[in-house]
């Protein structure tokens, strides 16, 4: 927890024991640095005994709970956004965060079973494709502009720079080739081969069909 909000509006009247409790809450907050926020009428008795005790300051208080609410929300997303610039800067981290955006944008339930796969709204716009273990998926020099999601195996692929990371059931994977394709992206694919490290059966939408999906079904 890294914000406390302490609604006073409905608040009416408070004594010298709040106070002592008000005093306590913000020293416990503080020791495990989390930020609390107030909440009270400004102009009103609470307000005044709270300025007069100590405890806040006139620019401390937010005037209604929504208010409260908004500066916790817009701070949470701050801190998000600035951890997300200092953790992207890291290759793997970036590949892991891009592979769970893709992930959750599809929310796809896979599971290898006939069924499961046939009611995924993906599956009309992408064929299957079979490999054998050792097997491989594509090359530097196939030029592949497929895009790929592993419905049951296990896939490595190796970017540009030689590193190498393992794809599991429900990732997608050369997607920066589609784009490039597409003319979306800049620049050479950075997944330049795909092999196979176990059997292997994959979903695979080519570019006619994903210009298609576009068109038919925006909304996917």
Not at 88 to 116: C, G, P, W, Y
Not at 140 to 149: A, G, K, P, Q, T
């Given at each position: 927890m890294k914000y406390f909000i302490l609604d006073l509006q409905g608040v009416t009247g408070i004594d010298l024991t709040s106070r002592d409790v008000f005093i306590k809450v913000k020293r416990l907050l503080k020791d495990n640095n989390i930020t609390l926020v107030w909440s009270i009428p400004f102009g009103g008795k609470i307000m005044n005994k709270l300025e007069r005790w100590g405890i806040v300051e006139v620019a401390d208080p937010f005037d209604s709970t929504d208010l409260a609410l908004s500066h916790v929300e817009d701070e949470c997303l701050n801190r998000a956004h600035k951890l997300c610039v200092?953790?992207?800067?890291?290759?793997?981290?970036?590949?892991?965060?891009?592979?769970?955006?893709?992930?959750?944008?599809?929310?796809?339930?896979?599971?290898?079973?006939?069924?499961?796969?046939?009611?995924?709204?993906?599956?009309?716009?992408?064929?299957?494709?079979?490999?054998?273990?050792?097997?491989?998926?594509?090359?530097?020099?196939?030029?592949?502009?497929?895009?790929?999601?592993?419905y049951d195996g296990e896939v490595q692929v190796e970017s540009e720079n030689g590193s190498h990371r393992a794809i599991f059931n429900g990732s997608f994977f050369n997607l920066d080739a589609l784009l490039i394709s597409l003319g979306s992206l800049p620049g050479p694919p950075t997944t330049v081969r795909a092999k196979a490290q176990k059997d292997v059966m994959v979903l695979k939408m080519t570019k006619r069909k994903f210009l298609q999906c576009m068109k038919e079904d925006g909304a996917l």
């Open positions: 200092k953790w992207l800067v890291n290759d793997t981290v970036r590949s892991i965060f891009e592979q769970q955006t893709m992930a959750s944008i599809f929310s796809l339930s896979v599971r290898s079973d006939d069924k499961s796969l046939a009611s995924t709204r993906l599956r009309p716009w992408m064929e299957r494709a079979y490999y054998k273990a050792g097997e491989a998926i594509f090359t530097e020099s196939s030029h592949d502009d497929n895009l790929y999601m592993l």
